[in-house]
């Protein structure tokens, strides 16, 4: 006697296979998203490097330049179309002037100012200072435990500033402030991406102000550009330049952006809080930095007042758009929390973010 098994119903064996093809693909979007982490994480002492010898605007310019070409191929490829509404180019331009222009010329100058592992830290501060910016708008109504965190943060801020000691205190002071200013720039480019993704994908939206950012930024890197002497320039920061185009330009990119469209943003979200921790990491190792006893308590209370406030449920009428909240180096991060944002309220049919 043959005993056969009961048969599965079509829309139950399609969400069997579906569960079967998350489980497959879940391991692989965390080594996607670790490989992203990993290559930004090391983005802060390979471009330490680079300012070593090269000028130091020179390097946005060429590292988001050529790799907002890169983006470009890869929107046409994927969309077949570069096109935006002219409408629309006022908010990008904005978006490149804030998130890369000001930004990097922070980021390159604090560098410049400060060690790799101090602005890996002070980096960690980019979830606190976009809420404050979104509340101060409009966008966000923060909790209790929310403000805990911000003010935790602005407590472990004042240790990575003032725990540096020796030599170069000013200077380090400098770069500490140019590094909270390229964050809080980096904040800022975030806020009027919400009018743009109803309308475009990331990739379009990263491509442009890639573009745009790294084209207002050549005029003011063209001198330098012309006095830098790059025959002297050793084969060490040539190969950091060449990294920062490359792997954190492009290919973290290229990464991240496949990751969350297995996992979503939520996930890749955890990511974000391993990144300060290996840039700090990286920067002891590869540079021989020393991050000082009270620095690095500073940076743990950064981190965790970050994890902090995340755990904290949006109050009820609060419009669900929190930018800015994962990776810390290029925009991507912000681009696609956005993006799975705004697509889960548009899902739901309550979408509360005002149009332009």
Request: charged residues 15%; contains cysteine; hydrophobic residues 50%.
């Amino acid at each position: 006697m043959t005993v056969r098994e009961p048969a599965i119903p079509h829309a139950e064996a399609a969400q069997v296979a579906i569960s079967a093809r998350d489980e497959i693909r879940v391991p692989s979007a965390d080594i996607l998203l670790m490989g992203a982490t990993l290559l930004w994480s090391l983005n802060t002492p390979a471009v330490k490097v680079g300012v070593a010898e090269i000028s130091p605007l020179a390097i946005p310019v060429i590292r988001f330049g050529l790799g907002s070409l890169a983006l470009f191929a890869i929107v046409k490829i994927r969309e077949g179309t570069l096109g935006i509404e002219l409408r629309d180019l006022p908010l990008l331009t904005l978006c490149g002037v804030l998130g890369v222009t000001v930004n990097q010329a922070c980021f390159v100058y604090a560098l410049t100012n400060t060690g790799a592992s101090d602005v890996a830290f002070l980096f960690a501060t980019g979830p606190l200072i976009t809420s404050i910016l979104a509340t101060a708008v409009g966008l966000e109504r923060l909790g209790r435990r929310h403000w805990l965190g911000v003010l935790a943060g602005l407590t472990g801020i004042a240790l990575i500033v003032g725990g540096r000691t020796g030599a170069g205190v000013g200077t380090a002071l400098l770069g500490a402030i140019l590094a909270i200013a390229a964050v809080v720039s980096s904040s800022a480019s975030a806020l009027p991406i919400r009018h743009l993704l109803g309308r475009y994908s990331a990739w379009r939206i990263l491509a442009y102000e890639l573009g745009i950012g790294s084209l207002i930024l050549t005029p003011f890197a063209v001198p330098s550009l012309a006095s830098q002497d790059f025959g002297r320039v050793s084969p060490a920061a040539w190969t950091a330049l060449a990294y920062t185009v490359v792997f954190t330009g492009v290919v973290a990119n290229i990464l991240y952006f496949t990751a969350i469209g297995r996992v979503g943003p939520s996930r890749a979200s955890m990511f974000g809080y391993l990144q300060s921790v290996l840039a700090v990491a990286f920067a002891v190792i590869l540079l021989g930095e020393r991050v000082m006893p009270l620095q690095l308590v500073g940076g743990l209370i950064v981190i965790g007042s970050v994890i902090l406030s995340r755990r904290e449920k949006p109050l009820p009428g609060q419009r669900l758009l929190r930018k800015g909240d994962l990776f810390t180096d290029p925009p991507a991060g912000r681009l696609a929390a956005a993006t799975g944002r705004v697509s889960r309220l548009r899902d739901r049919g309550r979408r509360r973010i005002p149009g332009p």
